[in-house]
């Protein structure tokens, strides 16, 4: 499966809602960013706090082009937290921070509107 990012892109095929639910995307609040120097896109280490029940994960994001490092802890953001842990070069991402391509196709942050608690499940 290949997927692109343009937004004139065709929509992926349809699944069922056990498929969706088996997602599992959570708020969580960005505690700490670093450079990543060694990934092959401008990106960025994180550190993201999902309130007690999932804990602080790592995350690689390809977010450099739209954000500085001083403004993101702090910040909410969602990700899905039961992909498996994946080596991004020197690095484990534990959880898939998630984003729209903007019209440069850089990513721009997915997040709530409103603060909402660590943790929350998307419904």
Avoid: W
């Avoid at 994180?46 to 702090?74: T, V, W």
Wanted: with cysteine.
């Amino acid at each position: 499966m290949h997927l692109t990012h343009a937004p004139d892109a065709p929509a992926a095929d349809q699944i069922d809602f056990d498929h969706f639910l088996g997602v599992d995307i959570r708020i969580g609040t960005i505690v700490a960013a670093e450079d990543f120097p060694e990934a092959r896109k401008p990106s960025y280490k994180l550190r993201i706090d999902f309130g007690p029940a999932i804990g602080e994960k790592k995350s690689c994001a390809q977010i450099a082009a739209n954000y500085h490092l001083d403004e993101l802890p702090g910040r909410q953001v969602a990700a899905v937290v039961n992909f498996p842990p994946r080596q991004i070069g020197p690095t484990m991402s534990e959880v898939l921070t998630l984003g729209f391509a903007d019209s440069d196709s850089e990513v721009v942050l997915f997040a709530p509107d409103v603060r909402v608690p660590n943790g929350s499940r998307l419904f």
